[in-house]
């Protein structure tokens, strides 16, 4: 797994290099949409979950919606194109594909997969919003990123984006 600093330091770097502003807000360590619920009110924006996702035929999904999102995880494999059904990539996966921990979930977390082994898909719903929430890399801290230098950020790493409504 790459050291979470150095990814860290990258990923801000690279936002530099792109001309992205961003703002992070340090804070105490949440692993749930739930336990961040104070941070959120803290944070102007979009919050959002990032749910890390395989079919069955390994093809790796980081679907990115709203915290506040509804999806079926029994139909969202027919919206976003994958073999059958979808499970949730392990946490040893999530590490060597986006270098990062469970509870870090991240769309930032492209910029460690090299490979493009990873599909992004971003919910609508979520991309009306003009500033997004994200962990970069840990998630002891949010960043806020402008949905436009979202979709230029992952585009550079290789991931270009795909926005479908997966939420209902």
Do not use: C, W
Request: aromatic share 6%.
């Amino acid at each position: 797994m790459p050291d979470t600093a150095r990814l860290r330091a990258d990923l801000f770097a690279l936002f530099e290099r792109l001309g992205i502003e961003t703002r992070t807000y340090e804070h105490e360590a949440v692993f749930t949409v739930a336990e961040s619920q104070h941070v959120k009110e803290a944070i102007p924006g979009g919050h959002t979950k990032n749910l890390f996702l395989k079919d069955k035929k390994g093809r790796l999904f980081l679907v990115v919606a709203l915290g506040s999102a509804s999806i079926d995880l029994k139909r969202l494999h027919e919206v976003i194109g994958a073999s059958g059904r979808l499970s949730f990539g392990s946490g040893e996966l999530l590490e060597e594909v986006l270098g990062v921990k469970p509870g870090s979930v991240t769309p930032f977390g492209a910029i460690a997969d090299a490979a493009g082994r990873v599909t992004v898909i971003l919910d609508a719903a979520m991309m009306e919003h003009e500033v997004l929430n994200y962990h970069p890399l840990e998630n002891t801290a949010t960043t806020s990123i402008g949905r436009a230098d979202l979709v230029r950020f992952l585009s550079a790493t290789g991931h270009e984006p795909q926005v479908l409504k997966v939420s209902a």
